[in-house]
């Protein structure tokens, strides 16, 4: 069996070109591009993190990808670890016209960071952090 060589997380969007642009004018990603078809609609996107990457795919029956947002609920989020979550949350809160919501402040956390949550308009949760634990002291 051949072994994975990377990991790229979807995005259901209600509005790929939206949410690409929250995620990089709001919580500070890179764009890694749009797609688009021959009729100019918006059909893939990707932002990126470092090295990491996530790809935004419109809302699909075919696919059974849905926002969080449409369904009422969101049956997980991404962790995003930055150098000063207090300083990341400042600059993200004072941001009130976006449509996101913070849903908690910078909290230490027992499992080892800091952290605050804020959802996208489309209800995806995001939760930026800090690590207060190098990895290795948690294992």
């Known amino acids: 069996m051949s072994e994975p060589t990377d990991l ?6 209600s509005d790929i ?3 690409h642009d929250f995620l990089v004018d709001v919580l500070g990603f890179t764009s890694g591009g749009l797609d688009h078809d021959p009729d100019g609609n918006v059909v893939h996107a990707e932002v990126r993190f470092d090295e990491r990457r996530i790809w935004l795919h419109v809302t699909s029956e075919q696919f059974r990808l849905e926002t969080p947002e449409a369904l009422g609920k969101a049956n997980g989020g991404i962790v995003v ?7 990341h949350y400042a600059r993200v809160s004072a941001i009130t016209d976006r449509g996101s919501e913070i849903t908690s402040a910078p909290t230490d956390q027992e499992y080892g960071q800091r952290e605050y949550g804020v959802r996208d308009p489309d209800g995806h949760n995001w939760w930026i952090a800090t690590p207060t634990v190098a990895p290795a002291a948690r294992e």
Do not use: K
């Open 8 to 13: 790229i997380p979807v995005l259901a969007c």
């Open 17 to 19: 070109a939206a949410e």
């Open 81 to 87: 670890h930055v150098p000063d979550v207090d300083a």
